[in-house]
């Protein structure tokens, strides 16, 4: 009886292979999931790469240190954004060869702007407020309020104009009123 007592007390071959197993598997993933992430990163910072050389540029992501600069880090260098060119609407629509992509301007009431109110968040437009306007349809709504449609959407949230994805921001300080607003 007192060589069964010492039998089930230590643990059996079987038990060892299944620890084994679990700590091998648990590597694999492990190691399989930080490939991964590696690979991610390598790619966005390729891509980043890309667009800085194609003269597009990313928005800055946020950081949790809390810098709060208007610079963008693309690899170990600091990135001045570009100064918004000073053209009015029309004349920006007429150098894009896509018609699909937003621009931003200033809205200014006493031009006689056709809306006086933003139909994403229902608040009126203040003089000076940085609006989008969506070149399909020459809608204009917050900047802030379209940019969060559009990340959902590729449509107008006024009348539902298909837009091009993604649609690339170019900013306009300018606004002349046109006749089809």
């Given amino acids: 009886m007192a060589s069964g007592y010492y039998r089930n007390s230590s643990p059996s071959h079987d038990d060892r292979l299944y620890a084994v197993a679990v700590v091998v598997s648990a590597s694999v993933v492990f190691s399989v999931l930080l490939h991964a992430c590696r690979y991610c990163r390598h790619r966005l910072n390729k891509e980043a790469q890309e667009a800085e050389a194609a003269g597009l540029h ?3 992501a946020p950081s949790s240190s809390g810098g709060g600069g208007d610079s963008t880090t693309v690899g170990h260098r600091q990135q001045q954004p570009p100064a918004p060119a000073r053209v009015t609407v029309e004349e920006e629509m ?3 060869s896509s018609s699909a992509e937003p621009v931003l301007c200033t809205y200014r009431k006493a031009e006689g702007w056709a809306e006086a109110t933003c139909a994403v968040c229902l ?3 203040a003089d000076g407020v940085t609006v989008r306007v969506l070149p399909v349809c020459m809608h204009y709504f ?3 309020c379209v940019g969060e449609w559009l990340l959902a959407h ?3 949230p006024l009348c539902r104009a298909p837009l091009d994805p993604p649609a690339v921001v170019v900013a306009a300080t ?3 009123p046109s006749s089809t607003m």
């Fill in 142 to 144: 917050h900047a802030a």
């Fill in 154 to 156: 590729h449509s107008c």
């Fill in 94 to 96: 007429a150098l894009r």
């Fill in 123 to 125: 608040a009126e437009l």
């Fill in 174 to 176: 300018r606004h002349t």
């Fill in 58 to 60: 990313r928005a800055p």
